[in-house]
């Protein structure tokens, strides 16, 4: 395995947390901007969903920090204490995201639909792809392993097409969530801006890692033409 291999990957582990830094401290930073609403993002999550008509959908909580999520297997929204709890422009911000999942989910949102649909097949990708790895660099040592490292691409082109596809998705609940904030009145002025600029930089960590992704797709491209 070259050296090559080593400094991307560096440079990619970099890059990503550089970005998912900038994440945390902008969720410190409007965690201290208090909505004049006096919302919880629980009751954000609840104004959101009613707003749409959608009543089969729970709000829970869960653990740990911005793990928030929303489960179409289960149709929970799930946030993070802090967001589940917190009255603040980062809270609203977060639920009212999650929410524009549950909304894309109610509507038959094309994208969400589809990366839904070939969830089954990245997963098996996605752990196996590191194995395959060492084992076609080990082989491509000794002069093979070509047939192998087909597959390894194939299984990392896999995971770079599932990382492009979540980025409408991601981008679209965070569209949805800012309409929402903004037409309700629940988030305004400055709080509105906080809540888009904190949504951004979630959105940049998809970015990053669809970026990741694809680069090192075109680097197995390249080294398995090198030495053909």
């Known amino acids: 395995m070259n050296m090559m291999y080593f400094i991307l990957v560096g440079a990619m582990s970099l890059v990503g947390m550089v970005i998912s830094n900038r994440l945390k401290s902008k969720f410190r930073q409007y965690s ?16 959101m969903l009613q707003h749409y008509g959608i009543s089969d959908v729970k709000i829970v909580q869960g653990k740990g920090m ?4 929303y489960n179409p297997m289960t149709k929970t929204v799930n946030l993070s204490p802090n967001v589940f709890q917190g009255r603040n422009v980062s809270a609203a911000a977060v639920a009212a995201h999650e929410c524009g999942h549950a909304v894309q989910h109610a509507r038959s949102y ?24 060492y084992a076609a660099f080990f082989m491509a040592a000794g002069g093979g ?84």
């Open 110 to 133: 094309t994208w969400l639909k589809f990366r839904s649909a070939v969830v089954p097949i990245v997963s098996v990708a996605s752990k196996a792809q590191q194995f395959l790895l």
């Open 66 to 69: 911005l793990t928030d999520h």
């Open 145 to 228: 392993g070509g047939l192998l490292m087909q597959i390894t691409i194939a299984a990392f082109a896999i995971t770079a097409m599932f990382a492009f596809v979540t980025l409408p998705v991601e981008f679209d609940a965070s569209r949805r969530a800012l309409v929402w904030l903004d037409e309700t009145g629940v988030a305004q002025g400055a709080e509105y801006e906080g809540a888009k600029d904190a949504l951004w930089w979630a959105a940049m960590t998809y970015v990053a890692a669809a970026l990741s992704a694809l680069v090192m797709v075109l680097y197995l491209i390249m080294r398995y033409s090198n030495r053909r």
């Open 32 to 47: 201290q901007m208090p909505l004049r609403s006096g919302m919880s993002g629980r009751e954000v999550a609840a104004a």
